[in-house]
């Protein structure tokens, strides 16, 4: 800089305060570009840096990313109505609090409905300008995004060893409750709108708004185990998402409504699949699935693909040894959704699957 005693031509004091400006501003959203997203707490939601504006060339994710970020579109709070027997799902209240009656008894909304947050996460090595995958994952009774979800059923892990360019997307139901509930996946195209919001969080979280119209438009695949038969059941009926599925995964959840998946699959076009597994716990729901096929001459499979190349539709009984509640890690093999992903052609991510290093996120 010029010293304070030193005379300045003419006009320059402009010129300066303008160049001055200039840099500033550069400075300043150079700042904010290298701000890092926010580590994870179970009471908040991780901030997510703001968007670069930055030019550079778009080029693979250097490091993983992950974080908890609140959603309008979140399966709750809800306070609708249950689309099969018209009633409210607020349908008792205690003073100020409302709750509702589940099989188990009164669930209220302040302590198992509150929490509106939904698990991103994108590993190292994605790539937007490749085809990519945005995999959603709906949890089962009695859990958490953090203690179970990335914990004990390890879904980030297995996404990120799968090799696979796909993200994650997995919203929080009911917590750690005995309760199946959808929420607003029992409105009409909540679900479509549940993941057009998720295209623009991602866009957030991945920091370059050169990835929205790929993130936006990315095929969708939909994985649900045991209690998120219910949420994922209403998203093929009246969810909207239409042929962005590109397939279904039922890990040990066909309980009910079997009619909405078997209408699904009828209406499926290739290359889409539908994967269904299940251990003693869902035998009567996947017998009667089979059933409906059967008599509406659609064609499955019991044998595990060696890709989902051709689509359809496979139902697996596992091993007699094979345990519910670990039926995200272990099932027909270990580390089922790794294995789905990594049979989905067309979504590499690296030529070999890759180990990335990702930052732990503190349980509930």
């Not at 990519?132 to 879904?155: K, W």
């Not at 539908?274 to 064609?299: D, I, V």
């Not at 007699?320 to 789905?340: G, S």
């Amino acid at each position: 800089m010029l010293a304070s005693s030193q005379r300045l031509p003419r006009g320059f004091s402009l010129l300066k305060s303008c160049a001055a400006l200039l840099f500033l501003t550069l400075l300043s959203g150079a700042v904010l570009a290298a701000q890092p997203i926010a580590k994870t707490t179970p009471s908040t939601a991780a901030k997510i840096a703001p968007i670069s504006a930055a030019k550079k060339p778009l080029a693979p994710l250097p490091a993983a990313k992950l974080a908890l970020v609140n959603f309008k579109t979140a399966p709750f709070p809800y306070r609708g109505l249950i689309p099969d027997s018209g009633k409210h799902f607020l349908d008792t209240s205690e003073g100020n609090r409302t709750g509702h009656t589940a099989r188990d008894g009164v669930h209220w909304e302040d302590a198992i409905y509150r929490d509106s947050r939904v698990l991103l996460y994108m590993p190292a090595g994605f790539d937007i300008r490749k085809p990519a995958l945005m995999v959603v994952f709906f949890h089962g009774n009695g859990a958490l995004l953090t203690r179970d979800v990335i914990e004990r059923q390890q879904v980030v892990e297995q996404l990120a060893r799968s090799g696979a360019n796909a993200v994650l997307v997995a919203p929080q139901f009911a917590i750690d409750a005995a309760d199946s509930s959808a929420g607003r996946f029992w409105q009409r195209r909540g679900f479509i709108e549940f993941i057009g919001e998720a295209g623009v969080r991602l866009v957030e979280l991945y920091g370059d708004k050169r990835a929205e119209s790929r993130i936006s438009q990315m095929p969708v695949v939909l994985v649900a185990y045991s209690g998120g038969y219910l949420p994922a059941a209403w998203s093929l009926a009246i969810g909207g998402a239409g042929r962005r599925l590109r397939g279904v995964v039922m890990l040990d959840a066909m309980y009910g409504n079997i009619d909405k998946f078997t209408s699904w699959v009828e209406q499926m076009r290739w290359p889409t699949f539908f994967l269904s597994a299940y251990t003693e716990s869902s035998r009567e729901g996947n017998e009667a699935f089979m059933q409906e096929l059967k008599e509406a001459n659609l064609r499955f499979k019991t044998v595990p693909p060696k890709n989902f190349s051709q689509g359809g539709v496979t139902i697996l009984n596992t091993d007699a040894n094979t345990k519910h509640e670990d039926f995200v890690t272990r099932a027909w093999v270990e580390n089922p959704l790794r294995w789905v992903l990594e049979r989905i052609p067309g979504f590499a991510r690296y030529s070999e699957p890759v180990k990335p290093k990702t930052s732990k996120t503190k349980s509930k």
